[in-house]
C-alpha cells in the first residue's frame, strides 16, 4: 500500500493578489495531490496530501516557481494525519482575526508582462491595443487601493462592473486572470479620453490625437500609474524648451521614455544591470552614460553626461510610444516644487497652463505616486528616489520592532515609515515639506499606510531639527513615545538596514552590539552641539553613535542663501584660509569668483567673520559647493544639489591626482577642508584645467574619507564602513571610495534597498528607535 502523507503550510509575504493560490493549486494538481490552498489574515494557508516523494517535490518547487509578483519571506510546515483527500481546491478565504488584526502585505505596481502585450498587439484578441489590460501578473496595484483586503470593491475599480467574459476569467483557477483585481475589457473598463488645455473633449481617437500632438511639438499631459506626467518629443528643442519655460524648471534634467531596450541602447551605454533595472518589473528611471549623438535635444538634461531612462510600464505608455516612434520626454506633472497632479479636476487645474492637451481616462488614482530612479554601482541598483514599483513593499528588518513605530523623516526628499513585527513600511516618495499641498501629502500618506498595515504607531521616531515640518508634526502626536534621532546617526542606520545588518549568526538584532564606521556626507542636519553638521565619521551601531570626526566647520554665510549661492560658500572658505594672498603663489584678486560676485563680497566675508546669520557647517555638500562656484561651475542653484552635480560632470575621470587635506591628532579629529579649497585655488591661478582641478578635488575626498577610516580603525579595531549621505549619489566619489577602502581590507555597506540620501531617513530612524525601544529607552545615543 502507498504511503500517503499530509503537511500544513503557512506561507508569509507578499501572497495576496499575485496569482498564488492558483499557482499552488496548478502544482498540487501536476503533481496528483489532495488538498486545498486559500488566503487569511497572515497570508495563504494551504494543505498537501499524498506520496511523499510528491509532496516534497511540491516544497521544493512552491518557492522556486512563485508567479513573478509573489515575494516569499518564510514558509513553515507542520504534520497533519491524512485525510483520504484526492482532489485539491481553493478554499473560500479564512476569517479576520479575532483581535482584528491584519497582516496581509500589497504588492507594488507592476510593469506590463510579456502575457499582456502579446495580447495588446494581437487584432484577434478582445482586449487588441486597450490602454488598461493587465492580469495577476501584471497592472495597478497600491496606486488603486482604498483599503484592506485587497478587493476589487475596496479599489478605485470598484465603479466598473466585470461583463461576462471578464467575469469568467476571474472566477476561474487555471486562467491567468483568476482573482486579477483590475481586470477589465473595452466593453467594461476604463476608457481613454483626450481633452484640450480647457479640458473640452477633442472628438478624435485619443492615443492617436495625443501622438500627432507630440510630433507637432506640443505638450501633453498624460494620465499615468501614479499621477500625471509632462509629454513631449524629446527631439524636438521647441517643445522640450517650452516645457521648461512652462513648468519652471530652469534645469534639472527631463526623464526620457524609450520605446524598448533596443530604443534605450540608441541613446545610452547600457549594459547587463543596466538593462535588468530597465526591464524589471518595476521599470524605474535609470540614470545612464549618453551616447553621442543621441535623437534627445541637449535641453532634456542641460550639461549633463547622462540621461534618465524608462521604458513603458503600462499598456498606455506601450502604445504611446508606438505611436510617437521615438524618444519622449516625460516628466512629474507639476509645477516645479509642487506635488505631482494625480486627481482628474487638479490636474486640469494646476496644469492647464503647461500642457496643451490632456491625455486622460476614468479609473481613480487613489495615491499620487511618482517614478522611481535608480542607477547602477558595481552591477546592483543605487536608487536614488524609492517609489512607483518598488512601495509599498516592505523592508526586512533584523530583530524587528517591539511596538508600531512611526518614523516621519527628514525635509527634503521625505518619505515616511510605518513599522511592526519584521517589516518596516518605507513610503512612496513625498518630496520637499516646503509648501502646504506636500504636507497635505505627507499627513494623509500617513493615514493611508496606517489603515493599510494595521499600524498604531506606539513610539514617533523623528529628526532633532526643530524647524522640520515632520518633527512638529511628530512633537504634536501626544499619544505616543518621542524620540528624537539624529539625522546622521539615521543615515547610517538606514544603510545598515538596507544591508541587513545584524541578520548574521548572531542573530536577531546582533548587529546592535557590533559598531561600524559611518561615513556620512550630506548637505545639511542637525547636530547634536545645536550646529549644522554634514562632512561626518561616526561609530555606530542602531541603538547609539559616537563622533569619531567631521570636516572642520566653516560658516555658512546667510545660511539658507548660502546653499542656493555656492558662491558664499567659495567665500567663506577663500576667506578662511590664513592670508590668502601670497601663501604658495596664490593671488586672491586673480579668482574670477570673486570678481563676478564683487558687489557683494566683502559684505558676504564680514557675515561670515562675525558669525552674523551666519551658522558653523561641517557640511560636505557645502565643500564641494565651494569647489564648484570657484572653478565656475555655478554660482547661484536652480534645484537641490546642482552645483555638485555638475562639478561631477565637469571633472576628468582619466585624472588620478589627489589634493590633500590635514586631519588633527584630536581624539575626535577635523578635517582641513579648507586645504582641498586651497589646492584647488592654486591650480587654478596656476591654469591647470578646471576639468582635472575638479577630478583631483574629487580624488582629494576620497582619500579624506580612506585616511579618517584607517585613523579610526588604528583606535577602535572596526573593518566595517557605512556610506551614506546625498553626497554618495555622486559616483566618480563613490567609486573612489569604495576602491580605496576595499585595498585597504574594509568591508563597505553601500545602499541598494533604499536612497542615500534623504528619502532613506525614516528607515533609519525607525530601526534606531527600534534598537532603543529594546534598550528600554527613547533617550538619544550619540555625543556631541
Same mark, same amino acid.
Given at each position: 500500500?502507498?504511503?500517503?502523507?499530509?503537511?500544513?503550510?503557512?506561507?508569509?509575504?507578499?501572497?495576496?493578489?499575485?496569482?498564488?493560490?492558483?499557482?499552488?493549486?496548478?502544482?498540487?494538481?501536476?503533481?496528483?495531490?489532495?488538498?486545498?490552498?486559500?488566503?487569511?489574515?497572515?497570508?495563504?494557508?494551504?494543505?498537501? #496530501?499524498?506520496?511523499?516523494?510528491?509532496?516534497?517535490?511540491?516544497?521544493?518547487?512552491?518557492?522556486?516557481?512563485?508567479?513573478?509578483?509573489?515575494?516569499?519571506?518564510?514558509?513553515?510546515?507542520?504534520?497533519?494525519?491524512?485525510?483520504?483527500?484526492?482532489?485539491?481546491?481553493?478554499?473560500?478565504?479564512?476569517?479576520?482575526?479575532?483581535?482584528?488584526?491584519?497582516?496581509?502585505?500589497?504588492?507594488?505596481?507592476?510593469?506590463?508582462?510579456?502575457?499582456?502585450?502579446?495580447?495588446?498587439?494581437?487584432?484577434?484578441?478582445?482586449?487588441?491595443?486597450?490602454?488598461?489590460?493587465?492580469?495577476?501578473?501584471?497592472?495597478?496595484?497600491?496606486?488603486?487601493?482604498?483599503?484592506?483586503?485587497?478587493?476589487?470593491?475596496?479599489?478605485?475599480?470598484?465603479?466598473?462592473?466585470?461583463?461576462?467574459?471578464?467575469?469568467?476569467?476571474?472566477?476561474?483557477?487555471?486562467?491567468?486572470?483568476?482573482?486579477?483585481?483590475?481586470?477589465?475589457?473595452?466593453?467594461?473598463?476604463?476608457?481613454?479620453?483626450?481633452?484640450?488645455?480647457?479640458?473640452?473633449?477633442?472628438?478624435?481617437?485619443?492615443?492617436?490625437?495625443?501622438?500627432?500632438?507630440?510630433?507637432?511639438?506640443?505638450?501633453?499631459?498624460?494620465?499615468?500609474?501614479?499621477?500625471?506626467?509632462?509629454?513631449?518629443?524629446?527631439?524636438?528643442?521647441?517643445?522640450?524648451?517650452?516645457?521648461?519655460?512652462?513648468?519652471?524648471?530652469?534645469?534639472?534634467?527631463?526623464?526620457?521614455?524609450?520605446?524598448?531596450?533596443?530604443?534605450?541602447?540608441?541613446?545610452?551605454?547600457?549594459?547587463?544591470?543596466?538593462?535588468?533595472?530597465?526591464?524589471?518589473?518595476?521599470?524605474?528611471?535609470?540614470?545612464?552614460?549618453?551616447?553621442?549623438?543621441?535623437?534627445?535635444?541637449?535641453?532634456?538634461?542641460?550639461?549633463?553626461?547622462?540621461?534618465?531612462?524608462?521604458?513603458?510600464?503600462?499598456?498606455?505608455?506601450?502604445?504611446?510610444?508606438?505611436?510617437?516612434?521615438?524618444?519622449?520626454?516625460?516628466?512629474?506633472?507639476?509645477?516645479?516644487?509642487?506635488?505631482?497632479?494625480?486627481?482628474?479636476?487638479?490636474?486640469?487645474?494646476?496644469?492647464?497652463?503647461?500642457?496643451?492637451?490632456?491625455?486622460?481616462?476614468?479609473?481613480?488614482?487613489?495615491?499620487?505616486?511618482?517614478?522611481?530612479?535608480?542607477?547602477?554601482?558595481?552591477?546592483?541598483?543605487?536608487?536614488?528616489?524609492?517609489?512607483?514599483?518598488?512601495?509599498?513593499?516592505?523592508?526586512?528588518?533584523?530583530?524587528?520592532?517591539?511596538?508600531?513605530?512611526?518614523?516621519?523623516?527628514?525635509?527634503?526628499?521625505?518619505?515616511?515609515?510605518?513599522?511592526?513585527?519584521?517589516?518596516?513600511?518605507?513610503?512612496?516618495?513625498?518630496?520637499?515639506?516646503?509648501?502646504?499641498?506636500?504636507?497635505?501629502?505627507?499627513?494623509?500618506?500617513? #493615514?493611508?499606510?496606517?489603515?493599510?498595515?494595521?499600524?498604531?504607531?506606539?513610539?514617533?521616531?523623528?529628526?532633532?531639527?526643530?524647524?522640520?515640518?515632520?518633527?512638529?508634526?511628530?512633537?504634536?502626536?501626544?499619544?505616543?513615545?518621542?524620540?528624537?534621532?539624529?539625522?546622521?546617526?539615521?543615515?547610517?542606520?538606514?544603510?545598515?538596514?538596507?544591508?541587513?545588518?545584524?541578520?548574521?549568526?548572531?542573530?536577531?538584532?546582533?548587529? #546592535?552590539?557590533?559598531?561600524?564606521?559611518?561615513?556620512?556626507?550630506?548637505?545639511?542636519?542637525?547636530?547634536?552641539?545645536?550646529?549644522?553638521?554634514?562632512?561626518?565619521?561616526?561609530?555606530?551601531?542602531?541603538?547609539?553613535?559616537?563622533?569619531?570626526?567631521?570636516?572642520?566647520?566653516?560658516?555658512?554665510?546667510?545660511?539658507?542663501?548660502?546653499?542656493?549661492?555656492?558662491?558664499?560658500?567659495?567665500?567663506?572658505?577663500?576667506?578662511?584660509?590664513?592670508?590668502?594672498?601670497?601663501?604658495?603663489?596664490?593671488?586672491?584678486?586673480?579668482?574670477?569668483?570673486?570678481?563676478?560676485?564683487?558687489?557683494?563680497?566683502?559684505?558676504?566675508?564680514?557675515?561670515?567673520?562675525?558669525?552674523?546669520?551666519?551658522?558653523?557647517?561641517?557640511?560636505?555638500?557645502?565643500?564641494?559647493?565651494?569647489?564648484?562656484?570657484?572653478?565656475?561651475?555655478?554660482?547661484?542653484?536652480?534645484?537641490?544639489?546642482?552645483?555638485?552635480?555638475?562639478? #561631477?560632470?565637469?571633472?576628468?575621470?582619466?585624472?588620478?591626482?589627489?589634493?590633500?587635506?590635514?586631519?588633527?591628532?584630536?581624539?575626535?579629529?577635523?578635517?582641513?577642508?579648507?586645504?582641498?579649497?586651497?589646492?584647488?585655488?592654486?591650480?587654478?591661478?596656476?591654469?591647470?584645467?578646471?576639468?582635472?582641478?575638479?577630478?583631483?578635488?574629487?580624488?582629494?575626498?576620497?582619500?579624506?574619507?580612506?585616511?579618517?577610516?584607517?585613523?579610526?580603525?588604528?583606535?577602535?579595531?572596526?573593518?566595517?564602513?557605512?556610506?551614506?549621505?546625498?553626497?554618495?549619489?555622486?559616483?566618480?566619489?563613490?567609486?573612489?571610495?569604495?576602491?580605496?577602502?576595499?585595498?585597504?581590507?574594509?568591508?563597505?555597506?553601500?545602499?541598494?534597498?533604499?536612497?542615500?540620501?534623504?528619502?532613506?531617513?525614516?528607515?533609519?530612524?525607525?530601526?534606531?528607535?527600534?534598537?532603543?525601544?529594546?534598550?528600554?529607552?527613547?533617550?538619544?545615543?550619540?555625543?556631541?
Amino acid at each position: 500500500m502507498t504511503q500517503v502523507i499530509r503537511t500544513a503550510l503557512r506561507v508569509e509575504g507578499i501572497v495576496q493578489g499575485v496569482g498564488f493560490r492558483p499557482f499552488v493549486y496548478s502544482l498540487a494538481t501536476g503533481l496528483g495531490l489532495g488538498g486545498l490552498v486559500g488566503n487569511d489574515v497572515d497570508g495563504v494557508f494551504a494543505e498537501i #496530501e499524498g506520496p511523499p516523494a510528491a509532496v516534497g517535490e511540491f516544497l521544493r518547487r512552491l518557492e522556486r516557481e512563485a508567479p513573478p509578483l509573489a515575494r516569499i519571506e518564510r514558509v513553515t510546515t507542520s504534520v497533519m494525519p491524512p485525510a483520504g483527500t484526492a482532489s485539491f481546491t481553493i478554499a473560500p478565504s479564512g476569517p479576520n482575526a479575532p483581535d482584528g488584526r491584519r497582516g496581509t502585505l500589497i504588492a507594488a505596481d507592476t510593469a506590463t508582462c510579456s502575457d499582456c502585450l502579446r495580447e495588446l498587439s494581437d487584432p484577434a484578441d478582445r482586449r487588441y491595443r486597450y490602454p488598461f489590460i493587465n492580469c495577476t501578473n501584471c497592472g495597478p496595484r497600491f496606486t488603486i487601493v482604498r483599503d484592506v483586503p485587497y478587493d476589487r470593491p475596496l479599489t478605485t475599480m470598484a465603479g466598473f462592473a466585470m461583463c461576462e467574459p471578464c467575469a469568467a476569467e476571474y472566477h476561474d483557477p487555471a486562467d491567468r486572470r483568476y482573482h486579477a483585481q483590475p481586470v477589465c475589457c473595452p466593453a467594461c473598463g476604463p476608457r481613454l479620453a483626450l481633452l484640450g488645455a480647457a479640458g473640452e473633449p477633442q472628438g478624435c481617437d485619443p492615443l492617436e490625437g495625443a501622438a500627432e500632438l507630440l510630433r507637432d511639438g506640443r505638450i501633453v499631459a498624460v494620465k499615468g500609474l501614479g499621477g500625471y506626467h509632462l509629454a513631449a518629443d524629446a527631439a524636438h528643442d521647441d517643445a522640450v524648451a517650452a516645457l521648461r519655460a512652462r513648468k519652471h524648471r530652469e534645469d534639472k534634467p527631463f526623464a526620457v521614455l524609450a520605446a524598448d531596450l533596443a530604443a534605450a541602447r540608441a541613446l545610452c551605454e547600457v549594459d547587463d544591470a543596466a538593462a535588468a533595472l530597465l526591464t524589471s518589473r518595476a521599470r524605474p528611471i535609470v540614470l545612464l552614460p549618453r551616447l553621442p549623438g543621441a535623437a534627445v535635444v541637449p535641453a532634456a538634461a542641460p550639461g549633463n553626461r547622462h540621461l534618465g531612462i524608462m521604458l513603458p510600464y503600462t499598456p498606455l505608455h506601450h502604445l504611446l510610444a508606438g505611436a510617437t516612434a521615438g524618444p519622449i520626454v516625460l516628466t512629474s506633472g507639476n509645477v516645479s516644487d509642487e506635488p505631482i497632479a494625480y486627481r482628474d479636476e487638479d490636474a486640469l487645474a494646476r496644469l492647464s497652463g503647461i500642457a496643451d492637451a490632456f491625455l486622460t481616462h476614468d479609473r481613480a488614482i487613489h495615491i499620487r505616486t511618482d517614478d522611481s530612479v535608480t542607477r547602477v554601482f558595481r552591477g546592483r541598483p543605487l536608487p536614488v528616489r524609492r517609489s512607483r514599483g518598488y512601495v509599498p513593499e516592505p523592508v526586512a528588518v533584523p530583530g524587528g520592532f517591539p511596538r508600531h513605530v512611526l518614523a516621519c523623516g527628514a525635509e527634503l526628499k521625505n518619505t515616511f515609515c510605518l513599522a511592526k513585527e519584521r517589516h518596516a513600511f518605507v513610503s512612496h516618495h513625498i518630496g520637499d515639506l516646503e509648501n502646504v499641498e506636500t504636507l497635505r501629502s505627507f499627513t494623509e500618506g500617513i #493615514e493611508h499606510f496606517r489603515r493599510l498595515f494595521d499600524v498604531d504607531p506606539r513610539v514617533v521616531a523623528y529628526d532633532l531639527h526643530p524647524e522640520y515640518l515632520s518633527t512638529k508634526y511628530a512633537l504634536d502626536l501626544a499619544e505616543a513615545e518621542l524620540v528624537g534621532v539624529q539625522h546622521h546617526h539615521a543615515h547610517v542606520a538606514s544603510c545598515l538596514a538596507d544591508n541587513g545588518w545584524g541578520a548574521g549568526p548572531g542573530g536577531p538584532g546582533a548587529g #546592535e552590539s557590533a559598531p561600524v564606521i559611518g561615513v556620512a556626507f550630506d548637505g545639511t542636519g542637525y547636530g547634536t552641539d545645536g550646529t549644522l553638521w554634514g562632512g561626518e565619521f561616526l561609530i555606530a551601531d542602531y541603538a547609539g553613535f559616537e563622533r569619531a570626526g567631521h570636516l572642520a566647520p566653516v560658516a555658512l554665510p546667510g545660511g539658507q542663501a548660502a546653499i542656493r549661492q555656492p558662491w558664499r560658500m567659495a567665500a567663506a572658505y577663500l576667506d578662511g584660509l590664513d592670508g590668502l594672498d601670497g601663501v604658495d603663489g596664490l593671488d586672491a584678486g586673480a579668482l574670477d569668483v570673486m570678481r563676478r560676485n564683487s558687489a557683494q563680497w566683502p559684505a558676504i566675508v564680514a557675515m561670515a567673520r562675525k558669525g552674523v546669520n551666519a551658522p558653523l557647517t561641517s557640511s560636505a555638500g557645502r565643500l564641494f559647493d565651494a569647489v564648484a562656484a570657484l572653478l565656475g561651475v555655478r554660482d547661484a542653484i536652480n534645484y537641490e544639489g546642482q552645483a555638485a552635480i555638475e562639478l #561631477e560632470q565637469l571633472a576628468d575621470p582619466a585624472e588620478r591626482g589627489a589634493y590633500h587635506a590635514a586631519i588633527d591628532a584630536r581624539e575626535a579629529f577635523q578635517v582641513r577642508g579648507a586645504d582641498l579649497v586651497r589646492a584647488a585655488a592654486g591650480d587654478l591661478t596656476a591654469g591647470v584645467p578646471p576639468a582635472v582641478i575638479a577630478a583631483r578635488f574629487h580624488n582629494g575626498v576620497a582619500a579624506v574619507v580612506e585616511a579618517a577610516c584607517l585613523r579610526i580603525r588604528e583606535r577602535r579595531a572596526l573593518t566595517t564602513v557605512a556610506l551614506s549621505g546625498g553626497v554618495f549619489q555622486n559616483m566618480l566619489l563613490l567609486n573612489q571610495v569604495v576602491a580605496r577602502l576595499e585595498s585597504r581590507g574594509f568591508t563597505v555597506l553601500t545602499h541598494s534597498r533604499v536612497p542615500c540620501n534623504d528619502g532613506g531617513i525614516s528607515l533609519g530612524q525607525a530601526v534606531i528607535a527600534a534598537a532603543r525601544d529594546r534598550l528600554g529607552s527613547g533617550a538619544p545615543a550619540g555625543d556631541s
